[in-house]
C-alpha cells in the first residue's frame, strides 16, 4: 500500500507552488537560486546530540529535489495498467450517474478485473467527497491525475460522491481542473499516448443539486452492472484479500480458514452468536501460536463504532491510539460496528478494507499491515439505509451467524456454525441432553445418574448436535432464543443437575423408598428455575413440550 509520504509531498507542492514564484517568473527577477532572500529558506534538522544541534538550510529546490526521490521509491506503483470500461473515453473525465445503494459496487467493479497482476486500488486512486472535503483535497487529486502522466496514466482515478462537495469548493474545484487541463495539454503536446483515466460518480437521487454534474455534463457516460459483476466482485476481492505467500506466525490472519485478510461476521439480528465467533478468533491465535497470553490485551484491538452515523475521524484516532511498535507479530482488529449506525459507514470501511487507510483532519494517516487481520462485527438489518451497506460486505469473505432454530433446520456447514459456537458435544449439553430425553419419554429419573466416564464419543456428531441442541431450544422456555440465551441456560440447568447427582438426598438407594419420586420433583423444579434465570421473561414462555411443575401429581407419585 501506498506510503504516507505521498501525501506529505503533494501537499508540500501544493503549498510550494501556491505561496513561492515560479522559475520564469524568479527569472523576469533577475534572481538566481543563490541570491533568493534568505527567508526563503527551510530549516532542517539532521542531528542532535546531548551537546549540541546542528541545523542546515536547504533552499526549495533542494528540497524538492529530496521530495522527487521519495516519490520515486513510492511502491504504490503498479507493475501493469489499469482499463476503463469500452463506454469512456481516455483523457477527459467520464461522468457517471447512478443510484447511491449502487455507487460501491460500481467502483469495485472497475478496479476487480480478472488480471491477477493488478492488485487492489491505492489510496491515492480514489477521492471519497463529503461536506468536508476541501479545495486542498481536490486540488491535489486533480495535480495526481493529470501533473505528472508519464506514471498517472497507468493508474484508474475515481472521484466519488461528487454531489456531497459544497457549492463554493465545486465552484473552485471545477476551475481548477479547467486550468490544469490546458497546461495538461501544453504540457502532452509530444506525449499524447500519455492520457490520464479518471471517472466522475454522482449520485441520480441528487444529480440535480450538483454543480459538477453540470458541469461535466457533456462528459455523461451509460452504465449498467448485471448480476454477473456482482458475482465476480466477490470472487476476485476475495482472491486479492488472499495474500500469495504463505502465512506464518507472525501474521494474524494465519487463524483464517481461507487466509484472508479480512472477515466480515454478519447476521440479520442481535444475539446470532457473533461475539462467540470473535471469542473464537481469540482463542485461536493462542492455540496456533500467533501470541502468548500476556501479549492478548495487545494482540487484540476492538475499533467501537456507535451512534448514528460513522466518523472517520474517531476511527482512525482509535487505531492511532493503538498504533504498537513493540509487537513483531500481526495483530487482529476487531471492528465493532452497533446496530444503531445508519450513515457514512461503507465509504470507511471501503478505505479501511480496500484502499487499506483512513485519516483524520489533521492530516494523520493509518495505514494496514499486511501482516494484520481485520474482523468486522455487524448486524445487518432491514433498514432502507442498509441496502448499500449490505450488498458491499457482502463481497467479502463472510461468516453468516443464525439463531439456534435457523441453524438446526440448514446444511451441514451450519451444523458446524453450532459446533463452533456452543461446543454441544461437551459435557454440559450431554448431561443436560441425557436429563431431558428421558423427561421427555417419561423415563425414570429417581435411579437414573449421569457418568462421565460411561460417555463415549458418538459416531454420528451429527445426530448428537441435533439432538442436544432440539432438547435444550424445546424446554429453554423460547419460542426464538438467542445463543446467549440457550447457552445461559444450558449452563444454569447443568450446575443444578449437577448438585443434584452428588447430593445424598437424590439417591433413593440410601433414603430408601419413602424418598422414591423425589429426585424427579427436584429435577422438574431445577427446569423451570433454569427457565427463569435463561430467559429475559416468562410471558414468553410457550409451554410446548414441557412438563406442568405445578402440579398436584407430583405429591402422589409416592
Excluded at 183 to 189: A, F, I, P, S, T
Excluded at 213 to 240: G, P, Q, W, Y
Amino acid at each position: 500500500k501506498q506510503s504516507s509520504h505521498g501525501n506529505i509531498i503533494e501537499r508540500l507542492q501544493y503549498i510550494i507552488e501556491s505561496k513561492n514564484p515560479s522559475k520564469r517568473e524568479r527569472s523576469k527577477t533577475g534572481l538566481s537560486p543563490q541570491d533568493e532572500p534568505q527567508e526563503r529558506f527551510l530549516p532542517m534538522s539532521i542531528s542532535h546530540t546531548k551537546d549540541t544541534s546542528i541545523e542546515v538550510y536547504a533552499n526549495i529546490n533542494r528540497l524538492c529535489d529530496f521530495l522527487e526521490k521519495i516519490s520515486k521509491s513510492n511502491s504504490s506503483k503498479l507493475n501493469g495498467e489499469r482499463k476503463l470500461p469500452d463506454s469512456m473515453k481516455l483523457g477527459v473525465p467520464n461522468l457517471v450517474v447512478i443510484p447511491s445503494d449502487n455507487i460501491l459496487q460500481f467502483v469495485l467493479s472497475l478496479y476487480l478485473t480478472d488480471d491477477d497482476n493488478l492488485p487492489l486500488p491505492f489510496y491515492h486512486e480514489i477521492l471519497f467527497c463529503t461536506v468536508q472535503t476541501t479545495i486542498e483535497e481536490v486540488d491535489i487529486f486533480w495535480r495526481r491525475v493529470m501533473m505528472n502522466p508519464q506514471t498517472s496514466h497507468r493508474n484508474l482515478f475515481c472521484m466519488v460522491n461528487i454531489e456531497s462537495l459544497k457549492y463554493e469548493v465545486a465552484v473552485r474545484a471545477f476551475a481548477e481542473f479547467k486550468d490544469k487541463s490546458t497546461c495538461d495539454k501544453v504540457r502532452n503536446k509530444e506525449a499524447e499516448k500519455y492520457l490520464y483515466k479518471l471517472v466522475l460518480i454522482c449520485a441520480k437521487e441528487k444529480e440535480r443539486f450538483s454543480y459538477l454534474a453540470a458541469a461535466f455534463e457533456d462528459f455523461k457516460r451509460s452504465n449498467i452492472i448485471t448480476n454477473d459483476t456482482t458475482v465476480n466482485i466477490k470472487t476476485n476481492l476475495t482472491k486479492k484479500l488472499s495474500l500469495s505467500r504463505k502465512p506464518t506466525k507472525q501474521d494474524a490472519w494465519i487463524i483464517d480458514n481461507g487466509k484472508s485478510r479480512v472477515k466480515v461476521v454478519a447476521s440479520n439480528s442481535v444475539g446470532a452468536g457473533k461475539s462467540l465467533y470473535i471469542n473464537k478468533f481469540k482463542s485461536d491465535m493462542l492455540k496456533m501460536g500467533v501470541v502468548r497470553q500476556d501479549e492478548m490485551d495487545q494482540a487484540v484491538v476492538t475499533v467501537c463504532i456507535h451512534g448514528k452515523q460513522a466518523s472517520e475521524e474517531d476511527i482512525t484516532d482509535q487505531l492511532l491510539r493503538n498504533r504498537l511498535t513493540s509487537l513483531e507479530h500481526g495483530v487482529m482488529f476487531h471492528v465493532d460496528v452497533a446496530s444503531t449506525i445508519q450513515l457514512g459507514l461503507s465509504p470507511i470501511l471501503f478505505k479501511l478494507l480496500i484502499l487499506g487507510g483512513v485519516c483524520n483532519s489533521s492530516g494523520k494517516l493509518w495505514l494496514c499491515r499486511n501482516t494484520d487481520y481485520y474482523v468486522v462485527e455487524i448486524t445487518l438489518t432491514l433498514n432502507p439505509n442498509h441496502i448499500e451497506l449490505d450488498q458491499f460486505v457482502r463481497n467479502f469473505p463472510i461468516i453468516n451467524c443464525l439463531q439456534p432454530k435457523d441453524a438446526l433446520k440448514t446444511t451441514a456447514d451450519n451444523q458446524n456454525h453450532i459446533i463452533d459456537l456452543m461446543t454441544v458435544t461437551d459435557e454440559q449439553f450431554q448431561r443436560v441432553n441425557e436429563y431431558l430425553k428421558r423427561l421427555e419419554t417419561g423415563k425414570n429419573l429417581d435411579e437414573f445418574l449421569y457418568k462421565i466416564e460411561g460417555q463415549q464419543t458418538p459416531q454420528n456428531q451429527n445426530k448428537c448436535i441435533q439432538d442436544n441442541t432440539k432438547y435444550a431450544l424445546q424446554h429453554c422456555g423460547i419460542d426464538q432464543p438467542s445463543w446467549c440465551e440457550l447457552r445461559n441456560f444450558v449452563n444454569f440447568l447443568n450446575n443444578q443437575l449437577s448438585d443434584c447427582d452428588n447430593s445424598n438426598f437424590c439417591k433413593t438407594g440410601l433414603m430408601g423408598e419413602d424418598w422414591r419420586g423425589f429426585k424427579s420433583f427436584v429435577i422438574k423444579l431445577m427446569l423451570q428455575m433454569s427457565k427463569d434465570f435463561g430467559t429475559p421473561s416468562l410471558r414468553k414462555y410457550s409451554g410446548q413440550g414441557t412438563h406442568d411443575i405445578i402440579n398436584i401429581q407430583l405429591f402422589n407419585e409416592r
